[in-house]
């Protein structure tokens, strides 16, 4: 098993672009998958294998990965997007893990 | 559109065996995909508990695995959690999640029940 570190926190004005990152020393070998869960509601798939967007999902959500981080970035914020976000990995035998989750405030 | 939905007691006694089920709609668990298990505690960030394949084999978080099984039942088109020797610390909101097509992620998801674990 290994983690997968998030910030806790990140404010953006609307129409700015966020940044939220993911951490983990497997990730230069696994892919990372991005979702957005807003209060009350389950979480959506809004990124698959660091950078692909399932049906439904705004082009303005983007994935990129350097070594051991993967950053989901988020173009023209808007207030909807306000939402905690989590990334997810598994490891080479399915056993997956979730970080700790990042809370995207909206100013 | 694959429908998921969970079932099961709302609140459980600790030191009991929380069970849950989960319907699945509009696709057949034995045609292939695999299922998961996710909780989040209150106030509290997403928790893997485990996936079961189409085949019935299991994978489980390591934190749970001598308590965790899950389950399928093609037939009835569900599959099922059983969590044993529950704690105050198991209090949460379950999921239940299909998974996404040649990926380790889940795509679906059921609306979630919580599950109060208290005497």
């Known amino acids: 098993s290994y983690d997968l570190t998030q910030p806790p926190s990140v404010s953006v004005s609307p129409g700015q672009t966020a940044k939220i990152t993911c951490s983990g020393d497997a990730l230069s070998k696994q892919f990372v998958y991005w979702y957005r869960q807003k209060p009350g509601q389950a979480p959506v798939l809004i990124l698959y294998?660091?950078?692909e967007r399932p049906s439904g999902i705004p082009e303005r959500f983007s994935g990129s990965s350097s070594g051991t981080t993967v950053t989901l970035t988020i173009s023209g914020v808007q207030a909807e997007d306000e939402a905690d976000y989590y990334c997810q990995s598994a490891d080479s035998g399915a056993i997956c893990v979730f970080g700790g989750g990042t809370k995207l405030t909206v100013l | 559109q694959v429908q998921l939905q969970e079932s099961g007691p709302g609140l459980v006694k600790p030191s009991e065996t929380l069970s849950l089920t989960c319907s699945v709609s509009?696709?057949?668990?034995?045609?292939?995909?695999?299922w998961g298990w996710i909780r989040q505690a209150p106030g509290k960030g997403l928790d893997w508990i485990g996936t079961i394949f189409y085949d019935g084999s299991t994978y489980y978080s390591p934190a749970l695995k001598s308590r965790v099984a899950i389950s399928l039942d093609t037939p009835k088109n569900q599959f099922s959690l059983n969590l044993g020797s529950v704690t105050a610390a198991d209090t949460a909101v379950y999921y239940c999640?299909?998974?996404?097509?040649?990926?380790?992620?889940?795509?679906?998801w059921g609306q979630g029940t919580m599950v109060t674990v208290s005497s």
């Open positions: 999640a299909k998974g996404l097509k040649a990926a380790d992620a889940f795509d679906v």
């Open positions: 294998k660091d950078k």
């Open positions: 509009r696709y057949a668990l034995s045609s292939g995909y695999y």
